[in-house]
């Protein structure tokens, strides 16, 4: 398994309050990307913590037997972490409100689970051609599934920011899992709004169809939103399931 992964500050914004990880253990991969927000640096606590924890958690893990195990774990784990979270902004004033959004996914040599909450996703390219996999926790999004507004008119509406669900904002949290096949030559993109506002969908596939180099690929991703204003932190991770030939051996 490939993997490449990045987060930029932008062009705009003084600090990052994104985060991203990506953790190995003998089950597989854990990828997460944290999109924080709260007051003076909260949003860089709630990310951060959100990635340590999950690397720590990821850690203690010594089995998971197929999707269901991987999606009960996924959720059980959001829980604890939402909990540490809120706590903190409880007990610390400076940090009052902070949350993040999240995306995640635990990739296995023959599935991948992804988990979300809020406006951070999931893209997936296969030889089906490349689709979103996670549905947005927005506001601007629910207005277009009830035909309220259009996808192109979500691009611009005002309220574009406003998320639905945060993790570490409540005492609870609802995480959408989901278990994909994951197959040779298979490519995955996590990653924040900073990316997926500022580059097309054509543009992403194009990219990660053309893949010679995960973190070249990585970086012109990053560049192409910076290219196209980069007021928001971008970060992402890819990751590509080999082939036979790639890898001179039995797939991983």
């Known amino acids: 398994m490939e993997r490449a992964y990045l987060s930029d500050r932008g062009k705009v914004r003084q600090h990052n309050e994104d985060c991203v990880g990506v953790f190995e253990n003998n089950v597989g991969i854990l990828a997460i990307v944290a999109d924080g927000m709260g007051g003076h640096l909260a949003g860089d606590v709630a990310s951060q913590m959100t990635i340590s924890t999950f690397e720590s958690l990821w850690n203690e893990v010594e089995k998971i037997d197929g999707p269901q195990d991987a999606e009960t774990w996924f959720r059980d784990k959001v829980a604890v972490v939402n909990k540490a979270v809120y706590e903190h902004?409880?007990?610390?004033?400076?940090?009052?409100?902070?949350?993040?959004?999240?995306?995640?996914?635990?990739?296995?040599?023959?599935?991948?689970?992804?988990?979300?909450?809020?406006?951070?996703?999931?893209?997936?390219?296969?030889?089906?051609?490349?689709?979103?996999?996670?549905?947005?926790?927005?506001?601007?999004?629910?207005?277009?599934?009830?035909?309220?507004?259009?996808?192109?008119?979500?691009?611009?509406?005002p309220r574009k920011n406003v998320l639905l669900r945060a993790l570490g904002t409540e005492q609870t949290v609802e995480l959408d899992v989901k278990t994909i096949e994951f197959e040779e030559n298979n490519v995955l993109l996590l990653c924040s709004d900073g990316l997926s506002n500022k580059v097309t969908d054509e543009t992403m596939?194009?990219?990660?169809?053309?893949?010679?180099?995960?973190?070249?690929?990585?970086?012109?991703?990053?560049?192409?939103?910076?290219?196209?204003?980069?007021?928001?932190?971008?970060?992402?991770?890819?990751?590509?399931?080999?082939?036979?030939?790639e890898l001179g051996e039995e797939p991983c």
């Open 205 to 245: 596939e194009k990219e990660l169809t053309n893949i010679d180099n995960l973190s070249k690929t990585a970086t012109t991703l990053v560049q192409l939103a910076n290219d196209h204003g980069g007021e928001d932190n971008i970060t992402l991770v890819v990751i590509k399931k080999a082939t036979h030939d």
């Open 89 to 157: 902004s409880i007990e610390n004033p400076e940090c009052q409100g902070m949350g993040t959004t999240i995306v995640g996914a635990i990739v296995t040599s023959s599935f991948a689970t992804i988990g979300h909450i809020g406006d951070s996703r999931c893209y997936l390219l296969n030889n089906s051609g490349y689709k979103q996999v996670t549905q947005d926790h927005s506001l601007v999004n629910e207005l277009v599934k009830s035909g309220q507004i259009s996808k192109e008119d979500a691009e611009h509406h």
